[in-house]
T-cell receptor, first 112, second 116 residues
Framework: KNQVEQSPQSLIILEGKNCTLQ??????????LRWYKQDTGRGPVSLTI?????NTKSNGRYTATLDADTKQSSLHITASQLSDSASYIC???????????FGKGNQVVVIP | EPEVTQTPSHQVTQMGQEVILRCVPISNHLYFYWYRQILGQKVEFLVSFYNNEISEKSEIFDDQFSVERPDGSNFTLKIRSTKLEDSAMYFC??????????????FGPGTRLTVL
């Protein structure tokens, strides 16, 4: 069964600090992995996408890594801002499959 | 910038009633999806739709659910007889073309369905 597990479930960080979110998946055959940001009460918005051959991708203060051998990904947030408070969802796509496999999300709260 | 829109933003209904959730996908997109997210749970796939027919559906999408693209613009999800456990956030998404690479699914803001 295609699964995506994320950790930690939630974390609180001080404004200006960095944090790293983890994602492990069992989706196969792997096509691509996206990190989405979901603000409370809103739909998910894509931050990064990585395919099998890519092991790092940046989008501003967000940097995602991918290790396709160990089936792990991370999302690093640099110099966090209050607006980074959101749920960060790891979403994995399998080849030839219309469906996306969603993780439960990492709930990040940035405090002043 | 084009975006997926959904109405209503919040729907409250009595158990057993029918509800229709509406979505307007991005205009040149060809693939449409419905997802749901029960409070505190992960987003779950319900159904995908292409060329005026369902291309894939999950175990959740039983006979109580149906989808329709009635006028080439709207994409609707109907729940015939709502149950308490249907209470969730329902997201519509659309995608330009199929394919494994890129071709991001763009999500709408969601409709929060509350069944009493």
């Amino acid at each position: 069964k295609n699964q995506v597990e994320q950790s930690p479930q939630s974390l609180i960080i001080l404004e200006g600090k960095n944090c790293t979110l983890q994602c492990n998946y069992t989706v196969s055959p792997f096509s691509n992995l996206r990190w989405y940001k979901q603000d409370t009460g809103r739909g998910p918005v894509s931050l990064t996408i990585m395919t099998f051959s890519e092991n790092t991708k940046s989008n501003g203060r967000y940097t995602a890594t991918l290790d396709a051998d160990t089936k792990q990904s991370s999302l690093h947030i640099t110099a966090s801002q209050l607006s980074d408070s959101a749920s960060y969802i790891c979403v994995v796509s399998a080849k030839g499959n219309n469906r996306l496999a969603f993780g439960k999300g990492n709930q990040v709260v940035v405090i002043p | 910038e084009p975006e997926v829109t959904q109405t209503p933003s919040h729907q409250v209904t009595q158990m057993g009633q029918e509800v229709i959730l509406r979505c307007v996908p991005i205009s040149n997109h060809l693939y449409f999806y419905w997802y749901r997210q029960i409070l505190g749970q992960k987003v779950e796939f319900l159904v995908s739709f292409y060329n005026n027919e369902i291309s894939e559906k999950s175990e959740i999408f039983d006979d109580q659910f149906s989808v329709e693209r009635p006028d080439g613009s709207n994409f609707t999800l109907k729940i015939r007889s709502t149950k308490l456990e249907d209470s969730a956030m329902y997201f519509c998404a659309s995608r330009a073309v199929a394919g494994d690479l890129g071709n991001e699914q763009f999500f709408g803001p969601g409709t929060r369905l509350t069944v009493l």
